[in-house]
C-alpha cells in the first residue's frame, strides 16, 4: 500500500475521516451539557458532583494528547483511531448500566475521556501528515464537523434519552463511537508520517528521548504564551458548553430548546470553523494575531449575555458567538505548533499544547460549580469565563511578538549552517 502524498489523492479521503471522527467529538464534547443533565437526572446527585464526572471526561479528552502522540509515533494514526474508539465505546456502554455515580468517575471520566482523546488528537494530528499547502483549509474542513455533531446529533439523542432513557442513551451512543473504527481505517500513512518515523527509529528513539523532546518544547519562549492562552481559554469554553443547558433551563427554557439551541451552535461552528480556515490559508494572515480577536469577541459576549439571558434571542444568539467562535483555534493549531516547533515536533507539540488545555478543561465545569454553591449565580460564573478568555486572547497575542524573536535567531542559524555547508562542498 503506497503512501499518500500531501495535499492530493487519498490525503482527502483521510480529511473525510477526520470529519467524521470529529463529527462524533463534537456531539460528545460540546453537546457534554446534555450528558450532563442526564447523569444529575439518573444519580439524583448535587451539582457539584456531577460536575466533576464531566470536567474529568473533557479534561482526559483534551490531556491525553502525549499518550496520542507517541502511539502515532511508535506505530500509525489508525492505530490511535481505532484504540481510542474502542476506549471511548467500551466506556459509554459500562456508563449506562453502572448504579453509582462514583463509578461514572471510571467508565465515563477516565475510560471514555482517554478514548475520545485519541480519537480527537489523531483526528488533528492526521490533517497535518496529509496536508501542507492547504493545511489550514484542511483544519477547518476536519474540525468544522466539531459543528455538524451537535447540530444533527444532540436533537436525535435528546428524542433517543427521552424514549430509551438513561441505559438505552448510553448504549446506543457507544454504538455511535465504534464508528470511529470506520473512519480511522481511512487513515493511510502518508510521506510525511512515515519520514517521522523513520527518523525516530534512525535515531533509536526511547522514552527519554521523548522526554528531550519535551523538554525542549518546554523551553520555548514562544510556545508558553500559546499554551497559556489556549488554558485559559478552555477553561471558560467548557464551563460555557457544561452550565450552557442548565442556565438556560433555570431561565424558563424547555430542553427541547436547549437542545435546539445547541444545534444552532453547532451549525455556526461548522460554518465559521471552515471560513477561519479558508481565511487563515492565506501567508500573508498571523493565526495568532487571529485568534486573538476570536477569543477577544467570545470573551465580551460571554460578559454581556447575563445581562439578556431571559430573552430568547439573546440565548439564540450566544449560541452563535460559542459555536461559531470557541473552535475555530482548532483550525490552525497544527500550523501554529509547526511555525513555532517545526515539522518533526509536530505529533510532541501538539500534545504538550493539549495537556494545556485538558487541566484548563478540568477546572472549568467545576469553577462553576463552585460559584453557585459560595452564594453565586449561573451570570457571575460567565462573567469569569468571559474574562479569563480576554486575558487568554492577549497571552496569544504576546507570543507573536516571542516569536519574532526566535524566528530572527533561527534565521541568522539556517544562514550559518548554509555558509558552513557551501565550504565544504
Not at 470529529?22 to 460540546?30: K, L, N, P, R, W
Request: overall charge neutral.
Amino acid at each position: 500500500m503506497s503512501p499518500t502524498s500531501p495535499d492530493k489523492g487519498w490525503a482527502w479521503l483521510v480529511l473525510v475521516g477526520s470529519v467524521g471522527e470529529h463529527i462524533i467529538m463534537g456531539y460528545c464534547a460540546y453537546a457534554s451539557g446534555m450528558i450532563h443533565i442526564a447523569l444529575l437526572e439518573n444519580f439524583n446527585a448535587d451539582l457539584l458532583t456531577t460536575t466533576w464526572v464531566s470536567a474529568l471526561f473533557l479534561s482526559f479528552m483534551s490531556s491525553s494528547g502525549p499518550i496520542a502522540s507517541t502511539i502515532i509515533s511508535r506505530f500509525s494514526c489508525r492505530v490511535a483511531m481505532i484504540l481510542g474508539s474502542l476506549m471511548l465505546s467500551t466506556g459509554l456502554v459500562l456508563t449506562g448500566f453502572v448504579e453509582d455515580i462514583k463509578w461514572t468517575y471510571l467508565t465515563f471520566g477516565i475510560l471514555s475521556g482517554i478514548g475520545l482523546g485519541l480519537c480527537y488528537n489523531t483526528g488533528l494530528i492526521v490533517i497535518a501528515f496529509n496536508f501542507e499547502q492547504k493545511r489550514n483549509m484542511a483544519c477547518g474542513i476536519a474540525v468544522s464537523g466539531g459543528g455538524i455533531g451537535p447540530f444533527i446529533l444532540t436533537p436525535v439523542f435528546q428524542l433517543i434519552y427521552e424514549k430509551y432513557n438513561y441505559s438505552g442513551f448510553f448504549l446506543l451512543l457507544g454504538g455511535l463511537a465504534l464508528q470511529n473504527c470506520v473512519f480511522g481505517a481511512t487513515f493511510r500513512p502518508s510521506k510525511t508520517e512515515l519520514a517521522m518515523k523513520t527518523a525516530n527509529s534512525n535515531r533509536k528513539e526511547r522514552l527519554c528521548d521523548s522526554m528531550s523532546s519535551y523538554m525542549k518544547i518546554v523551553r520555548s519562549k514562544s510556545m508558553f504564551p500559546v499554551c497559556l492562552g489556549f488554558f485559559l481559554a478552555n477553561i471558560s469554553i467548557y464551563l460555557l458548553y457544561i452550565h450552557y443547558p442548565e442556565y438556560c433551563l433555570q431561565t424558563k427554557s424547555s430542553k427541547i430548546e436547549v437542545s435546539i439551541f445547541l444545534s444552532i451552535a453547532g451549525i455556526s461552528g461548522c460554518f465559521t470553523r471552515i471560513l477561519f480556515g479558508m481565511a487563515n490559508n492565506s501567508h500573508n494572515i498571523n493565526e495568532l494575531i487571529m485568534l486573538f480577536g476570536v477569543f477577544s469577541l467570545l470573551g465580551l459576549g460571554t460578559i454581556i449575555f447575563p445581562l439578556f439571558s431571559s430573552y430568547t434571542t439573546a440565548k439564540v444568539m450566544f449560541a452563535c458567538l460559542l459555536g461559531g467562535y470557541s473552535g475555530c483555534c482548532w483550525a490552525v493549531v497544527n500550523t501554529i505548533v509547526i511555525n513555532i516547533l517545526g515539522h518533526e515536533k509536530l505529533a510532541h507539540g501538539v500534545g504538550y499544547l493539549m495537556v494545556y488545555v485538558g487541566v484548563g478543561t478540568f477546572i472549568g465545569p467545576p469553577l462553576a460549580g463552585f460559584i453557585i454553591n459560595y452564594g453565586g449565580t449561573y451570570g457571575d460564573s460567565f462573567t469569569v469565563a468571559g474574562i479569563l478568555l480576554v486575558i487568554g486572547a492577549f497571552c496569544c497575542l504576546c507570543s507573536t511578538m516571542c516569536q519574532r524573536e526566535v524566528d530572527t535567531k533561527a534565521d541568522i542559524g539556517d544562514l550559518e549552517m548554509t555558509v558552513t555547508t557551501d565550504k565544504h562542498k
